[in-house]
């Protein structure tokens, strides 16, 4: 079997989660880490793994086929997507939703010229949810779409705070409101604000002699963020931070709560949930399936930015088209 050779950029949780993660995919091999730090300051989960600076990559194109893009959503992904969309092809975890035009926009232009295929904003949400959000509305046309997250850590945002001036560490809780869940999953299809389906809670370590009251306001008002939740921000320390708020869990809930029939009289509701004990683990394995499917179809000739809706399901699997016609149609 030919294996499919795999570059991780960064190396905080997800990349980790990627390392581990290419394991088990037995079409899959890692050739190396990639970091903006010193190498040799980088200590990998598994003791072989190869560790380059990140100017490095770009005398590797030869022997990468799947860069997967591990940094953060406010500030490196934005530059690295293009920037390494002219060198590999490319999968990454990109989750600020309002701005994913234009970013699949500008990693499009480039991957086009280069010949390279980019999947964009994939992991469980935007990702797998988005899919569900897709099928949900196609079949029940009549209907109304809600999605929840949580309880759980949010990378994103946690990644989000932490680049707040004054902030040495945090984490992040989206939680959902009962009272709208409740009123979706019995049918009510209410409409419902992004303030009124979403609590976020933060738990926020300062430096010393920083000015709470600031950073607290920069966390309240971050667009794209926190600007449109209720949010609280808790200050603790850095230990209290490590003891309680050290897991990484998270899920959450894809409703499409739809009607059929000449008036209208049936009711269906579609119900997509995700449990997840650890959200950088399993977000690394939704990658490594696009890398899987971007893999193939940069082979095939189909250049530029994807997004999940561009794949077709057989592209993730490790399965024939004949396998997965016996075993799972």
């Known amino acids: 079997m030919q294996k499919i050779r795999i570059g991780i950029l960064g190396y905080g949780n997800l990349g980790k989660g990627v390392e581990i993660g290419i394991a088990q995919n037995k079409d899959m091999e890692l050739v190396g880490v990639f970091t903006k730090r010193t190498p040799d300051t980088v200590e990998t989960v598994t003791k072989d793994t190869k560790v380059y600076h990140v100017d490095e990559a770009k005398n590797m194109t030869d022997i990468i086929d799947v860069m997967i893009l591990c940094g ?8 690295q997507g293009p ?11 990109y989750d600020t939703h309002a701005k994913i035009p ?48 949580g309880k759980g850590i949010s990378q994103g945002h946690s990644d989000a705070i932490r680049r707040v001036d004054g902030v040495l560490d945090a984490r992040q809780y989206t939680i959902p409101i009962k ?18 389906k979403h609590l976020r809670e933060c738990f926020v370590v300062a430096s010393e002699g920083a000015d709470l009251s600031w950073i607290e306001n920069e966390i309240k008002t971050m667009p794209d963020y926190f600007r449109d939740y209720d949010t609280v921000v808790h200050f603790i320390s850095q230990e209290e931070l490590d003891r309680e708020h050290s897991k990484l869990f998270h899920g959450g809930f894809v409703f499409q709560s739809g009607r059929t029939g000449l008036n209208n009289e049936n009711a269906h509701i579609i119900e997509y949930s995700l449990k997840l004990d650890s959200n950088p ?33 057989a592209y993730l699997s490790i399965k024939s088209g004949e396998e997965l016609r016996r075993t799972l149609l």
Do not use: H
């Open 281 to 313: 683990d399993f977000t690394a394995n939704v990658l490594l399936a696009y890398a899987r499917a971007v893999y193939r179809i940069n082979r095939e000739g189909s250049y530029g930015a994807k997004t999940v809706f561009d794949i077709a399901p």
């Open 179 to 196: 009272e709208a869940l409740n009123k979706v999953r019995e049918g009510e299809m209410p409409k419902l604000s992004t303030r009124q």
């Open 72 to 79: 953060g959503s406010k500030s490196d992904i934005p530059v």
């Open 83 to 93: 920037e390494f969309a002219a060198m590999f092809n490319t999968v990454d975890a």
């Open 102 to 149: 234009e970013y699949f926009d500008a990693v499009n232009q480039v991957a086009l010229q280069a010949k390279k295929t980019c999947v964009i904003a994939t992991g469980f949400d935007p990702g797998l949810f988005s899919l569900n959000r897709l099928y949900g509305e196609a079949v029940l046309p009549e209907g109304k779409n809600y999605t929840f997250w």
